[in-house]
């Protein structure tokens, strides 16, 4: 192995530890040297000088060497042994402040400082407190500031360096956990005017009880992927829970019916998770009967396979299809989906679901005729449920909004338009026209 490829393995090695652990190993190497040099120094003075010291007067030159602050009483050395002796001890104390320090003992001062700066926070009053930076939080905060009044926020991220970059851009950040009492006093959680706690379904529980014991009175909004859990998240205070998943397949069905779709028996789902099964409830609602493509068996599952390969699409009818409405695991799957529907059929109207921003384009790109992602919907909601004021994303044509003037709103407002409601802990999706609207209920509908 080459002298080059062993220091990278080592420094990667060493880096891997933990600080600790690292200043650990520092402090004996730095003893190890120590001891020997002292040893040799003491002998070879003996031996070679011909100058017996003791022990302590030896030590105190090999530290005064390799602290590079000088040799005091015993320069100059008259043999040749000694001199290169003390040159490789002035070599050594360079190669221990300059390179050994910064890898083993830097970091550590390096951790403690950024602490220090992230640990607090100003107190702060009618403010949001965030649980974690997700996709879905960065479009909330994209929302909230984007609204002629003011909504101060602080985020709880409980990773440091993230946490760094977050204050680096602008944002009020704490380290810590939002599942900790003491983080979320840090926050002043109790003056706040909400919580926002999102993420997967056990954080997002665990956090609202942390603030329901901390702040009985602030209202929490929170994020749900399991709709079986609601009440779980009712139990632990959670004034409003957003469900997104439903509201996109609801949105995709409603902008498949409002593009001129009529209910057909050429429909193809590709994915029966939460908004392919979604959008399969819709359609067949309003008397359509579309095929559904799935990896797993179910019921409502009419083609089992890999949306991702041509056979499946083949076999789901694609290439005669006048709709194919994709909502897939991961957004490289979407993209390959609509890519080869795309290749299938050239006139097939094609609507798609993503995660993440940086997939839209891309999407779009391969053929999409449509495409919602579910982090910018879902950051919309919580906006909403938060504000008291519409909410509309730059790139999606879907709307929320909080009523105070039901009968007024809704006589300009097209039935068909609507996605859903949200009133209370219920999401209704597709009302009918007997559905009656009322006040502070969050309205989800299509703008014109």
């Known amino acids: 192995m080459s002298i080059d490829r062993w220091l990278t393995e080592t420094t990667r090695r060493l880096t891997r530890l933990s600080i600790g652990y690292r200043i650990a190993v520092y402090v004996v190497i730095v003893a190890v040297i120590v001891s020997v040099y002292t040893a040799f120094y003491w002998y070879g003075m003996a031996v070679y000088e011909g100058r017996n010291l003791s022990r302590a007067a030896a030590l105190q030159t090999v530290v005064q060497s390799l602290t590079t602050t000088g040799y005091g009483q015993d320069a100059p050395w008259e043999t040749t042994i000694m001199n290169l002796f003390t040159i490789l001890m002035q070599f050594t104390g360079i190669l221990l402040l300059f390179l050994l320090l910064p890898l083993f003992v830097v970091p550590w001062f390096s951790q403690l400082i950024q602490q220090r700066r992230f640990d607090t926070v100003e107190p702060l009053e009618n403010h949001v407190v965030i649980s974690g930076h997700t996709p879905l939080v960065h479009t909330f905060i994209t929302e909230i500031e984007s609204h002629a009044h003011q909504h101060p926020y602080v985020i709880i991220e409980t990773d440091q360096d993230r946490a760094a970059e977050l204050r680096d851009l602008g944002h009020t950040v704490l380290h810590g956990d939002p599942e900790s009492e003491s983080d979320l006093r840090k926050a002043s959680i109790e003056k706040a005017q909400a919580a926002v706690v999102a993420g997967d379904d056990q954080l997002t529980l665990n956090a609202a009880l942390a603030v329901r014991d901390v702040a009985p009175m602030v209202p929490i909004t929170a994020t749900l992927e399991d709709a079986t859990l609601r009440q779980y998240l009712h139990s632990a205070g959670v004034e409003y829970v957003v469900q997104p998943r439903q509201v996109i397949g609801q949105a995709l069905a409603t902008h498949y019916a409002m593009s001129g779709g009529i209910p057909s028996d050429r429909i193809v789902i590709l994915g029966h998770g939460t908004v392919g099964s979604t959008v399969r409830s819709a359609l067949e609602t309003w008397g359509a009967d579309p095929t559904v493509v799935d990896i797993d068996e179910d019921e409502h599952v009419d083609v089992v396979g890999d949306a991702t390969t041509t056979k499946t699409l083949q076999?789901?009818?694609?290439?005669?299809?006048?709709?194919?409405?994709?909502?897939?695991?991961?957004?490289?799957?979407?993209?390959?989906?609509?890519?080869?529907?795309?290749?299938?059929?050239?006139?097939?109207?094609?609507?798609?679901?993503?995660?993440?921003?940086?997939?839209?384009?891309?999407?779009?790109?391969?053929?999409?005729?449509?495409?919602?992602?579910?982090?910018?919907?879902?950051?919309?909601?919580?906006?909403?449920?938060?504000?008291?004021?519409?909410?509309?994303?730059?790139?999606?044509?879907?709307?929320?909004?909080?009523?105070?003037?039901?009968?007024?709103?809704?006589?300009?407002?097209?039935?068909?338009?609507?996605?859903?409601?949200?009133?209370?802990?219920?999401?209704?999706?597709?009302?009918?026209?007997?559905?009656?609207?009322?006040?502070?209920?969050?309205?989800?509908?299509?703008?014109?």
């Open 315 to 448: 076999d789901a009818g694609v290439e005669n299809a006048d709709a194919v409405i994709i909502s897939l695991p991961k957004d490289r799957q979407a993209l390959y989906a609509t890519l080869l529907a795309r290749e299938l059929n050239s006139t097939v109207d094609i609507f798609v679901r993503v995660t993440e921003s940086k997939a839209v384009g891309r999407v779009k790109r391969a053929g999409a005729d449509y495409v919602l992602e579910l982090s910018a919907i879902s950051g919309q909601m919580v906006a909403a449920a938060v504000l008291d004021e519409p909410v509309s994303g730059t790139d999606s044509d879907i709307l929320f909004t909080r009523l105070s003037d039901p009968d007024g709103e809704l006589s300009a407002l097209d039935i068909d338009r609507i996605i859903g409601v949200t009133r209370n802990e219920e999401l209704y999706l597709a009302p009918d026209h007997d559905f009656e609207l009322q006040q502070s209920d969050l309205l989800i509908y299509v703008r014109e």
